[in-house]
C-alpha cells in the first residue's frame, strides 16, 4: 500500500495552483489502531461519521490561510503514520481554489 506522505503529495499535486482548501478521508486499513492514529492526527482537528474507532478520519487543510490545517502540517502528521506502520487510503472529498476572505470565518458549502 502507498505511502500517506506519498498519497498527499499526489493530490496536492493534482490541485490548482491557487487551491485554498481540501477536504479529506483517511480510511486506515487497520481500524484497530484507530486511537493511535486520532491521537497523531490530533493536530489536523479530524472529525468523523459514528464511531471514531471505525478507521475513518476527516479533516481540512489549508493552502496559505484560513480554516484548516496547514498543508505543511497535514503532511509531517501522514508522515508520523507512515513511520508508525500505520497503512490507509486518503481520498479527495472536496476542494476550493481562489477563495478570498471578505469579512468570513471561512468558506459555506
Avoid at 478520519?57 to 498543508?71: K, M, P
Avoid at 508520523?80 to 481554489?97: A, E, F, M, P, Y
Amino acid at each position: 500500500m502507498e505511502a500517506l506522505a506519498s498519497q498527499w503529495d499526489a493530490i496536492v499535486q493534482r490541485q490548482p495552483d491557487d487551491w485554498s482548501f481540501i477536504d479529506l478521508q483517511l480510511t486506515l486499513r487497520d481500524a484497530s489502531v484507530s486511537e493511535e492514529a486520532g491521537l497523531v492526527l490530533c493536530p489536523l482537528n479530524p472529525w468523523h461519521e459514528r464511531d471514531w474507532r471505525s478507521g475513518v478520519f476527516r479533516f481540512r487543510a489549508a493552502h496559505t490561510w484560513g480554516y484548516g490545517a496547514a498543508a505543511e502540517l497535514c503532511r509531517k502528521r501522514l508522515d508520523t503514520l507512515d513511520r508508525l506502520g500505520v497503512t490507509g487510503t486518503l481520498r479527495l472529498l472536496k476542494h476550493l481554489s481562489d477563495v478570498k476572505p471578505v469579512a468570513t470565518q471561512g468558506p459555506a458549502y
